[in-house]
């Protein structure tokens, strides 16, 4: 068998089927991403803002929002009056990849 | 033996398991006199635990700065083959200076001699799961390098989580990504064996009154030493639980070390000198915030560790002799700690925004099962025994085979590269004892 290169993950697919949950996983994700960086787009906001707004525990806020600061969607911005929290942005160079 | 016919065969002086700081330097050790060594690490980088922390104690130098430096020159040395994502199978001793082991590479899915690791796959990958390298604390994507600092630098692809969408490929400039690869396992003759398959942390899940995971302001230390190092999962140090900027965080010693109840009733011989120098940290870079440390006894017997722990005091950290039984949360997140004030005899209440585990050094289990027709003896606490710890302290029960690193115990890393040293030595020593046969 000749093996495409750059083309290869259909041979394992063939073989490997991809498991539910793993699907399902990439869906919330691409779902939470997408509400988080529209709530973003209406201004900073801090983690229990967002949280708030969006319904969603705090903690998986801070979790999927510090992951979007680590992939290059969101940037950190001034922190709040009171020193506790600081609010995030969407990044103003933001490639919108992925 | 079918099954050894169809191995690749490959020859060494020195099979190192464990590419950690002690296995390491035992490596490099016995490669600069001229051994060629294989180093056989389970983790997709060398470098071990050191490689994540962030500074050392008690002179507070960047782990990173000590760690890279040593592990490129690892990497590149004419004498180190370096397998990462691998494991020995079996090891048999065949005669003296005659070992055999099975070693298995798992797939990485990645070429890693053309991956140049510009992370274009990372960016392409849709996939975000949990980032194991961050304890937790943020995601990562399943085509991904491991770390900034990883060596080899080159990406891998965790299967388990992909969903074989092949953007990661398309992305990739020189194809190396390869969804072909499978395991591939090796034969490998050497003259010697070093054991340095290093330890695993405490769970603190095992401890269900101190709340971890069901509380989310209540983290590990070695989560912390994240939080506080360069390659920092947040902006700054924040509570995981909502990223709030802690101002009032309390350290728990003895979580999981010197407690009959967990199993280990040994001294971690760590975490006291690692949390004293979190405390300073903490300070540098929180510098509004209270940290008190609740102990049973401070252990800084090593060169400059009472000094160090002195420093902390003047510094402002505040050290409580108490036994924290439980730990409760309030709805906003803060923890209340009920202690037995050890030295007023009486149990207390404190409330912190904040709760860091010091969690202690356990075995990593297995390798003595690997070690075929002889027997590797651990000791009382499952860590690799030392038959002769005064003498010969790189010396295991059987013959050929040393022990480098906290394979044999907890220790700190300056004691890990000691005898990490000594375990090279000793090799050495059982090495040439053939060469003048």
Do not use: W
């Not at chain 2, 992909?162 to 591939?184: H, K, S, V």
């Not at chain 2, 009733?265 to 690692?274: A, K, R």
């Not at chain 2, 906290?406 to 890393?413: C, L, Q, R, V």
Request: hydrophobic share 35%.
């Amino acid at each position: 068998m000749e093996v495409e290169k750059g083309k290869t993950a259909k041979y394992l697919k063939e073989t490997r089927p991809v498991p539910k949950e793993v699907t399902e996983h990439l869906k919330y994700f691409t779902k939470t991403k997408k509400t988080l960086l529209n709530a973003l787009k209406e201004g900073d906001k801090t983690v229990p803002q967002l949280a708030e707004e969006l319904k969603l525990p705090k903690n998986e806020v801070m979790f999927q929002l510090m992951s979007l600061l680590k992939y290059g969607f969101v940037e950190t911005g001034e922190i709040d009056d009171n020193d506790e929290y600081f609010y995030y942005k969407i990044k103003s160079n933001g490639k919108s990849k992925s | 033996m079918n099954m050894q016919e169809q191995m690749k065969t490959l020859d060494y002086d020195v099979l190192v398991v464990g590419g950690g700081i002690a296995g390491g330097e035992s490596a490099l050790n016995l490669a600069n006199i001229g051994y060629k060594v294989l180093i056989v690490e389970k983790e997709l980088s060398i470098g071990g635990k050191m490689i994540l922390l962030s500074k050392v104690f008690p002179t507070l130098d960047c782990a990173a700065c000590i760690t890279t430096p040593k592990v490129s020159e690892i990497a590149r040395h004419p004498n180190i083959t370096v397998f990462t994502g691998a494991e020995p199978l079996k090891i048999t001793k065949k005669g003296e200076h005659r070992f055999e082991a099975v070693v298995l590479q798992n797939p990485r899915y990645v070429d890693v001699e053309a991956c140049t690791g510009c992370q274009l796959c990372e960016e392409a990958c849709p996939v975000s799961v949990t980032d194991e390298f961050q304890f937790g604390l943020i995601g990562r994507k399943a085509a991904f390098i491991p770390f900034s600092i990883a060596s080899p630098r080159v990406a891998a692809i965790d299967i388990e989580n992909c969903i074989l969408c092949g953007a990661c490929e398309r992305a990739c400039p020189p194809d190396c990504i390869d969804f072909t690869q499978t395991e591939q396992k090796y034969l490998v003759k050497a003259k010697a064996v070093v054991t340095a398959t290093g330890f695993k942390l405490f769970d603190p899940l095992k401890i269900p009154r101190y709340g971890y995971d069901k509380f989310d302001n209540v983290i590990t230390s070695m989560q912390m030493e994240r939080e506080l190092a360069p390659t920092r999962p947040f902006n700054t140090v924040l509570r995981p639980g909502d990223g709030k900027m802690p101002d009032n965080i309390a350290y728990v010693l003895c979580t999981g070390s010197r407690d009959k109840s967990v199993g280990n009733p040994i001294c971690s011989q760590v975490c006291c000198m690692y949390s004293i120098k979190q405390a300073q940290l903490l300070m540098g870079s929180l510098p509004m915030a209270d940290i008190t440390i609740y102990y049973l006894h401070i252990r800084a017997f090593g060169k400059g560790f009472n000094e160090f722990y002195a420093q902390a005091q003047d510094m402002g950290v505040e050290f409580i002799k108490g036994k924290v039984g439980k730990i409760t949360e309030k709805d906003n997140g803060n923890l209340i700690l009920r202690y037995e004030d050890i030295e007023a005899g009486i149990v207390k209440e404190a409330e912190h925004d904040m709760v860091v585990l010091s969690v202690g050094v356990l075995p990593n289990r297995g390798i003595d099962e690997v070690f075929d027709n002889e027997t590797l003896k651990l000791d009382p606490f499952h860590f690799i025994n030392q038959s002769d710890i005064l003498a010969s302290p790189a010396k295991t029960s059987i013959d050929g085979v040393f022990v480098a690193g906290t394979a044999s115990g907890p220790m700190d890393i300056p004691d890990s590269i000691l005898s990490g040293g000594a375990a090279s030595a000793e090799t050495t020593s059982y090495l040439r004892r053939e060469e003048s046969i």
